[in-house]
């Protein structure tokens, strides 16, 4: 027989309906921020709207929910943060979101998305993320400035001094952007994934203990700073000369040390990658410079000619090498090729591009040449000191270690040539060059 709730004690009834009446309020709480983050995630997918198609989505999504306090800022997180996730998983890593963002969209979205990363990685503690990813953040400024009390999302739409229509089109925005992404190589462990360095912590891109000494890496970068910002080349020439002859050293006498273990037995070679992200114009020429400085110093490069950034394949030290010496090169052959101000044929016609880029890639024609000549003459200096038996063998074991990795990440790479169709360029791109002779012999007094 059924129970009668007439005969429930006095004050019961109300106390159970109340405590459920919560309990059902907070489970559709959590179901419309389900729903609300889904449909920002799955909207993003309509991004071949045209324009105005992410204002028309938010209007839609607020409208819907009109009369409540749907949680849109949360929502909105939860959808930022899902996305980022998934771009991880594919390869990405927070400088390259940040460098795609600040090349498609503009500024407001570019710093949108580095808070949008900020709130991202706060859901794992520092000893689960890779260190060049803690350190990609920290360059990138991604850090929580806002109330833990408050989604991220709503914060900045207040502090934008934007309604939620235009949070929630800024957010629609993003994550398209993320959605169409496709997959890359892995070079580091995603947040979460990282156990550290060690024996059986996973992938050997997940190793850090080939990273350059921070003490001789603090040298080098002050040297590089002084190369790029004195103007009489000669002087230059000496302060990039002698970190070049720092690195080279380092990493060679390294390489023997670590070869073998205390025990006298082999330790696998440490291949890992970076990204060097390049500014147009001219990213053909540019990318040829990377290619010759990762050469120079015993890794691989492969061109991202779409998305403009060149990958570096090799060991841990030497790809840390490269990415130190190609960001000093860089800015020291822009500084030369604009030095030579525009050009124009005898018709008065401009011959500045063709110009610039047979510029450009003479000078990263010579560069790798005498970078080449340095790290020989590198190489024979350690090879004297501590012997030839113990060098070649290890740098065997580089070189072997360095294709494997670069056939696993990349299987079917294509090679182009890019051509110089300027004499003038040719010659002086060349004569460039020659002024920044790497000559590691030169004597520097620091």
Known sequence: ???????????????????????????????????????????????????????????????????????????????????????????????????????????????????????????????????????????????????????????????AGIDTVSMLALVL??????????????????????????????????????????????KVRALLAKAESTEFPEEADAFFAKAQELMSRYSLERAVVEALDPA?????????????????????????????????NRCQAVFAQALGFVTVIGEETDTEIVEVLTTSLLVQAGRAMLATGSQVDRRGQSRTKSFRQSFLIS???RIGERLLEAS???????????????????LAAREEAVQQRVAELFPHLVSRRVSATNPAGWTAGRAAADLAVLDVHRAVND
Request: hydrophobic content about 40%.
């Open 363 to 365: 000078y990263a024609q």
């Open 264 to 296: 006298g037995r082999g330790v696998p070679v440490r291949t890992g990658g970076r990204r060097i992200w390049l500014d147009s114009p001219y990213l053909g020429p540019k990318s040829m410079l990377v290619t010759v400085v990762a050469s120079a």
């Open 376 to 394: 020989e003459r590198a190489e024979a200096e350690v090879t004297e000191s501590i012997g030839d038996g113990r060098l070649l063998p290890v």
């Open 173 to 218: 925005e993003a994550l398209a952007h993320l959605r169409v992404l496709q997959p890359e190589p892995e070079l580091i462990p995603p947040p979460g994934s990282y156990s550290g360095p060690g024996p059986g912590s996973g992938s050997p891109l997940s190793s850090v203990a080939g990273e350059v000494d921070p003490k001789v890496l603090a």
């Open 1 to 159: 027989m059924g129970r009668d709730r007439a005969s429930d004690p006095p004050g019961r009834l109300g106390a159970v309906s109340k405590r459920d009446s919560h309990r059902w309020r907070r489970r559709q709480s959590r179901l419309t921020l389900d729903v609300l983050a889904n449909e920002l995630f799955h909207g993003s997918s309509r991004y071949a709207e045209g324009e105005g198609w992410a204002v028309r989505h938010a209007e839609r999504l607020v409208a819907k929910a009109s009369g409540e306090a749907a949680p849109f800022g949360q929502a909105a997180d939860a959808a930022l943060t899902g996305g980022l996730d998934a771009t991880w998983r594919i390869g990405w890593q927070p400088m390259d979101i940040w460098q795609v963002f600040r090349r498609r969209l503009d500024d407001e979205v570019a710093e949108f998305i580095v808070g949008a990363i900020a709130a991202e990685a706060v859901r794992y503690p520092a000893a689960a993320s890779h260190p060049r990813w803690r350190a990609q953040l920290a360059e990138l400024g991604a850090r929580q400035w806002w109330p833990q009390d408050k989604s991220y999302a709503e914060a900045w739409a207040e502090r």
